[in-house]
């Protein structure tokens, strides 16, 4: 089994940045894709970004240019550079593994907030 531990969530100013870390334990031999999905209040669940173990990346239009995924397979740590943050940011975001939202393991989410 795989479990996902996110951090480096917190409250930041409009413009600012955050870095989302995402390390993964457990038994494990490969996590080929992993991604970032965030929830905000009241909104459903959307896929924010997603990583290969090859590099191939995707991004949301909404964060692109502004949100950049990479991982470190050896350290099997995923992680989501975030600048230029604006307030409908806002969110829980979640580190998931696997192609799409049905299958994989998911973490338990790092709340960010974007306030003046």
């Known amino acids: 089994q795989v479990q996902l531990v996110e951090s480096g969530g917190g409250l930041v100013q409009p413009g600012g940045s955050l870095r989302l870390s995402c390390a993964a334990s457990g038994i494990i031999f490969s996590i080929n894709h992993m991604g970032w999905y965030r929830q905000a209040p009241g909104k459903q669940r959307e896929l924010v970004a997603t990583i290969t173990d090859a590099g191939f990346t995707n991004y949301a239009d909404s964060v692109k240019g502004r949100f950049t995924i990479s991982r470190d397979n050896a350290k099997k740590t995923m992680y989501l550079q975030m600048n230029s943050l604006k307030p409908e940011d806002t969110a829980v975001y979640y580190c998931?593994?696997?192609?799409?939202?049905?299958?994989?393991?998911w973490g338990q989410g790092t709340q960010v907030t974007v306030s003046s």
């Open positions: 998931k593994t696997g192609l799409g939202p049905t299958f994989g393991s």
